[in-house]
């Protein structure tokens, strides 16, 4: 509870209190003016409410998610490593990329088989452009 009294918590609750009095402000003045005879008044009675319970609920999700970064959950506190599966998985925390073998008998097509080749070029050469493919440019193509 004391991370919601930090000099960044007590302006957001400022602002909070003085967006939803000015909403309800905002709401009593609009209803003033519809009861005066402004039809046009009455959708924006209704709306300004609706913006200070917007803001209510805005702060109400930040203060829970500030709550629940100040204690870990069971889900996020790591495993004891007797209580680990031997069999799991290690992760790295970041994706892994593993190489696959292409299956047998894609080359069939020249077409593509260039068209590949040409893809690796300008994979391994990120700066080139694609008139600096040294050979043939793959069918079309402009160049």
Do not use: C
Not at 23 to 37: E, I, K, N, P, Y
Not at 87 to 100: C, E, F, K, S, Y
Not at 123 to 134: I, K, L, M, T, V
């Amino acid at each position: 509870m004391k991370g919601l009294w930090t000099p960044a918590w007590i302006v957001r609750h400022v602002v909070v209190l003085a967006l939803v009095a000015g909403f309800l402000g905002l709401g009593w003045w609009q209803f003033t003016r519809a009861s005066d005879g402004n039809s046009l008044s009455w959708g924006y009675t209704f709306e300004w409410p609706v913006f200070a319970l917007f803001v209510v609920f805005l702060w109400f999700r930040e203060v829970q998610q500030e709550l629940r970064a100040g204690k870990p959950s069971a889900a996020e506190e790591p495993a004891a490593e007797d209580e680990r599966d031997a069999d799991a998985p290690v992760t790295l925390g970041r994706p892994v990329r593993v190489p696959v073998a292409q299956p047998a008998g894609t080359d069939d097509d020249p077409e593509l088989a260039a068209y590949n080749d040409y893809l690796a070029w300008l994979n391994a050469h990120p700066g080139a452009r694609p008139g600096d493919y040294p050979g043939r440019p793959p069918t079309g193509t402009k160049q």
